[in-house]
């Protein structure tokens, strides 16, 4: 099955402790991001990646880390959490940025 | 810059009503445009597309049409059920530019 795939779905942590989230494709897709939801403020883009060793900054990556080794996967660092980065966070796919963007099922983030 | 907006919600309907969500585009070039759906705890998924003005996008009862003289895409559905309640996300994305744009999305709440 054609999947993004994130793991944890859900993490409780505290400030400072430095954690990874894990996001892999199984479609072959070239284009992998990270998003966050907040209330009130939509989708709002951190990093983006457009191959492998790629990557750029989104809307809003101060706070965040990312690493494209492989093709499949894209796993997004956060060396010293904040409680502002409490959030819900998306990796998203596909074969290019304009084509169809191919969602995880998010992983919701609290930083206490 | 490329920016979308959409018409905030929350919309709530009574279930078999007509449903219109507004989206207004801005953007260079010839975008592709998006409609995402994202269902309670769930990832964003697409719902339908358009890659051409006047190009209609159609899935599950919902059809949006590419205005490109009014710059819109506007959702519609002329029945909606207690199961299409969820957040919509209007988007698009330049063949130019490797990030795609999000509206900020809009609630839909149907009462049975």
């Known amino acids: 099955e054609a999947q993004v795939t994130q793991n944890p779905r859900y993490l409780i942590t505290v400030t400072g402790k430095k954690l990874t989230v894990t996001c892999s494709q199984n479609?072959?897709?070239?284009?992998m991001s990270w998003y966050r939801q907040d209330p009130g403020l939509g989708l709002r883009q951190i990093y983006y990646?457009?191959?492998?060793?790629?990557?750029d900054k989104g809307d809003v990556p101060e706070g965040y880390k990312v690493s494209r080794k492989e093709k499949r996967n894209f796993p997004l660092i956060l060396e010293s959490p904040s409680p502002n980065q409490t959030s819900l966070y998306f990796c998203?796919?596909?074969?290019?940025?304009?084509?169809?963007?191919?969602f995880g099922p998010g992983t919701r983030l609290t930083v206490l | 810059g490329d920016s979308v907006t959409q018409m905030e919600g929350p919309v709530t309907l009574s279930e078999e009503a007509f449903l219109t969500i507004n989206c207004t585009y801005t953007a260079t070039g010839y975008p592709s445009l998006f409609w995402y759906v994202q269902y309670p705890g769930e990832g964003l998924q697409l719902l339908l597309k358009a890659t051409k003005a006047d190009d209609k996008g159609s899935n599950k009862g919902f059809e949006a049409t590419y205005r490109k003289e009014t710059t819109s895409f506007h959702l519609e559905k002329g029945s909606v059920q207690v199961s299409d309640s969820a957040v919509y996300f209007c988007?698009?994305?330049?063949?130019?530019?490797?990030?795609?744009?999000f509206g900020r999305g809009t609630s839909l709440i149907v009462h049975p």
């Open positions: 990646s457009m191959n492998v060793e790629v990557t």
């Open positions: 479609m072959n897709h070239e284009y």
């Open positions: 988007a698009l994305a330049s063949g130019g530019s490797y990030i795609p744009t």
């Open positions: 998203a796919s596909s074969f290019a940025g304009y084509n169809e963007q191919f």
